[in-house]
């Protein structure tokens, strides 16, 4: 007999570091969902991406059991890291803060790629480069045309 579903909740928790403080704890009591459980079973899932930020889906049940599927971390924070930057950019059309190449950007794409709404690398580039360019982060050349 298959479980009734009674919502999923969406957070975002560093790998290897769910704890039972916010936001964690106050999300998941409020469903009635075992918060510890909850952070035995990720932290065990998310050991070798520790410190990195992953967002997790959390489906919840009406027995109060759950499921939960860990995603990549976002492309924004990649691509902090590729530029070893802190932040992105206050006024990104103005003032750039660092440039990446496309090699970079197809690496990245590769990655997330099981998570995007794209059917080919290509596209996928291109959407890792625009959110680039909403943070003040250039793409070094032109975008290779045989990837």
């Not at 579903?5 to 916010?22: F, T, Y």
Request: charged share 20%; with cysteine; hydrophobic share 40%.
């Amino acid at each position: 007999m298959a479980k009734e579903v009674a919502g999923q909740i969406k957070l975002q928790v560093k790998g290897g570091a769910a704890n039972p403080a916010p936001p964690i704890g106050p999300a998941l009591g409020s469903k009635g969902i075992n918060i510890m459980d909850f952070c035995k079973q990720f932290n065990a899932k998310t050991q070798d991406k520790a410190g990195k930020i992953l967002p997790v889906i959390i489906t919840y049940y009406t027995d109060k059991s759950f499921d939960f599927i860990v995603k990549t971390p976002p492309v924004a924070i990649q691509l902090l890291e590729a530029s070893k930057q802190k932040s992105g950019s206050a006024e990104p059309n103005r003032k750039k803060i660092a440039e990446i190449t496309w090699d970079q950007v197809k690496t990245i794409a590769t990655d997330k790629m099981p998570d995007l709404n794209c059917f080919t690398i290509e596209s996928a580039m291109r959407l890792v480069a625009g959110t680039a360019r909403s943070m003040g982060i250039t793409v070094k050349g032109a975008f290779p045309q045989d990837v």
